[in-house]
C-alpha cells in the first residue's frame, strides 16, 4: 500500500511535489480599479488615439471602468519537495549538465521572472541529498547509489517548531522572539543536522 496523494503520473527522471508553507498563511484581497477598458469596439492597426478618445467620450462614464480584485501574501516561506532519479535517467538523455542546469535555474529562476505580484521571491536555499552508496566495491557501490541508500520520506521531512519529526535532518523554526506571524526569512532559524543523515548519502548546501 502507498500513501501520500495519487494523481495522474508521467514518469521522468525529474519531478517536482507542490509547495507548501512552514506556516500558515493569511491571504489579503486588494481592490483594483482599471480606469480603461480593455475590450471595446475600437480595432484594426491604423487605430490612433483620437478614434479611440472620440469613442471613450460617447461610453457613459461608469461603464469605463472595472473593478477587480488581486490576493497579496504579506510573507510565506514555502517548502518544496523534488526528486531526481538515477534509474529513471540512465534511460534518458539526462546528463550531468542538465542537473547542473536544474539546480542553476532552481536558484536563479525567480530573479529573471519578476512581476507586481511576486517581486519579492526568492530562493533561500536548496538542499541536495546525493546518494553515493557504501559498499567498498566501486560497481556495487555504484548500483547502491542508481536504487538509492535512503527512502526519499527519511531525507525530506523537516521538523518545526509545530509539528516535531524524530531524527529529521533539516529543522525549520521561527525564531523564539519572533511572537507574530513570520514576514520575513530572517524570522526564521534553519538547521541543518549532518550527523544524522543515513550512511551513503551525503548532503549538498547551495543558496
Not at 483594483?32 to 461610453?59: C, H, L, P, Y
Not at 516561506?77 to 542546469?101: E, M, N, Q, V
Not at 511572537?179 to 548546501?205: C, H, K, N, Q
Amino acid at each position: 500500500m502507498s500513501t501520500g496523494p495519487n494523481a495522474g503520473q508521467v514518469r521522468g527522471p525529474v519531478q517536482v511535489a507542490f509547495s507548501r508553507s512552514v506556516h500558515p498563511i493569511m491571504p489579503i484581497d486588494a481592490s483594483i480599479t482599471r480606469m480603461a477598458v480593455a475590450d471595446n469596439e475600437i480595432r484594426g492597426a491604423n487605430v490612433g488615439s483620437a478614434q479611440f478618445k472620440e469613442w471613450e467620450d460617447s461610453q457613459p462614464e461608469d461603464e469605463l471602468r472595472t473593478m477587480g480584485r488581486k490576493a497579496l501574501i504579506p510573507y510565506g516561506l514555502y517548502a518544496c519537495k523534488g526528486f531526481i532519479s538515477a534509474h529513471l535517467a540512465s534511460g534518458t538523455a539526462f546528463s550531468d549538465d542538465d542537473l547542473s542546469h536544474l539546480w542553476d535555474a532552481l536558484l536563479n529562476m525567480w530573479d529573471h521572472d519578476r512581476s507586481a505580484s511576486k517581486g519579492m521571491m526568492s530562493c533561500r536555499g536548496l538542499y541536495v541529498f546525493k546518494h553515493v552508496g557504501t559498499d567498498s566495491d566501486e560497481k556495487q557501490r555504484v548500483r547502491q547509489a542508481m536504487l538509492g541508500c535512503a527512502p526519499a520520506h527519511r531525507l525530506l521531512d523537516f521538523s518545526t517548531d509545530r509539528r516535531a519529526v524524530p531524527g529529521a535532518i533539516v529543522d525549520i523554526r521561527k525564531r523564539d522572539d519572533i511572537e507574530s506571524s513570520p514576514r520575513s526569512f530572517g524570522d526564521y532559524v534553519v538547521t541543518v543536522r549532518e550527523d544524522r543523515l543515513p550512511a551513503g548519502v551525503e548532503l549538498i548546501a547551495m543558496g
